[in-house]
């Protein structure tokens, strides 16, 4: 079975701070993801891998930056810590070829104080 | 998590009887659909997936119908239990360059099923 996991199921931050979201993937996927998950507003893309060191912007990047340097592992950074981050984080994985299926590790709640 | 089926369509079922959750998509150029279940608590969780070569594709208990003329998408579970209870959405991918992974998820269903 894939497993994606994500490094904490719960954490608490301040307003200002960096946070880090570590994700980690165990089955050689070239592709990653990280979403954020708001009731009423669904998954919402914020950046995606394809490779190593290769990033892209999703739909809402702004206040967000990732790293990618090694293929089983994404981050995701936020580089100055608001309440209007506070959400669920959810980061998945897939194989690079047409077709595949995202696989979802089990998310973060995080909250900014 | 818990908060991932408020303001969702329910569907309220009986143990026992057959589910139909339905999903439009938005852009007729997709070509690969999935649906996931997304249970309190976790992250969604891959159930099925069809092309758009397909218009039926069967699993364990559950079969996805594909109809491209209208861009619907349906999950069929057979026999609901109660651990089918669970918030449900479907993603589409579309086919143009740049997006060899991305996928547009819709809103979701929640299935509620009594015992």
């Known amino acids: 079975d894939v497993k994606v996991t994500q490094s904490s199921r719960y954490l608490v931050k301040r307003t200002g701070e960096k946070v880090f979201l570590e994700c980690v993937q165990d089955?050689?996927?070239?592709?990653m993801f990280w979403y954020r998950q708001d009731p009423g507003l669904g998954l919402r893309l914020i950046y995606f891998?394809?490779?190593?060191?290769?990033?892209e912007k999703g739909d809402i990047p702004e206040g967000y930056s990732v790293s990618r340097e090694k293929k089983e592992r994404f981050s995701l950074i936020l580089e100055s810590a608001s309440t209007n981050q506070t959400s669920m984080y959810l980061c998945a994985s897939s194989f690079g070829s047409v077709g595949q299926p995202q696989h979802f590790g089990d998310g973060t709640r995080l909250s900014i104080l | 998590g818990e908060s991932v089926g408020l303001h969702l369509p329910t569907l309220s079922v009986q143990e026992g009887d057959n589910s139909i959750i339905n999903c439009a998509y938005s852009?007729?150029?997709?070509?690969?659909f999935i649906w996931y279940k997304q249970e309190s608590g976790k992250g969604p969780q891959f159930i099925i997936d069809?092309?758009?070569?397909?218009d039926k594709r069967q699993g364990q208990r559950v079969t996805v119908l594909l109809n491209k003329t209208v861009k619907h998408l349906s999950l069929q579970i057979a026999a609901t239990q109660p651990g089918d209870s669970a918030v449900y959405f479907c993603?589409?991918?579309?086919?143009?360059?740049?997006?060899?992974?991305?996928?547009?998820f819709g809103k979701g269903t929640k299935l509620s099923v009594k015992p």
């Open positions: 993603a589409e991918k579309m086919n143009y360059g740049g997006s060899q992974g991305n996928l547009i």
């Open positions: 891998s394809y490779d190593v060191k290769m990033k």
């Open positions: 089955m050689d996927h070239e592709n």
């Open positions: 069809i092309r758009s070569n397909m």
């Open positions: 852009n007729s150029a997709s070509d690969y």
